[in-house]
């Protein structure tokens, strides 16, 4: 079977820990069952209609800052790979 590195954030990796432990599973286990149900799941799919809203201009105005706002903050913490507060 094919390996990968994920780099998990500290507070994920201990409340993982604190799950598999209860379940009596290994973390890989957990991780695979994890993506698996994302994958059944078409996780990262958008809704039917999500980019279709009935906005006002003054509201398609501030959707469109706060996105890109998001989008400058995420780049430069991805750059730096510190961890993001959200």
Not at 42 to 62: M, Q, V
Not at 65 to 80: D, K, L, N, P, Q
């Amino acid at each position: 079977m094919p390996s990968t590195t994920v780099h998990i954030p500290d507070p994920l990796l201990s409340k993982m820990n604190q799950i598999v432990k209860e379940k009596g599973i290994s973390r890989n286990r957990f991780i695979i069952q994890a993506c698996e149900r994302a994958v059944v799941n078409n996780a990262g799919e958008w809704p039917e209609g999500f980019f279709e809203p009935d906005l006002s201009r003054d509201d398609l105005k501030l959707l469109r800052e706060g996105v890109a706002e998001m989008e400058e903050a995420i780049i430069s913490m991805r750059r730096s790979r510190k961890v993001m507060e959200l």
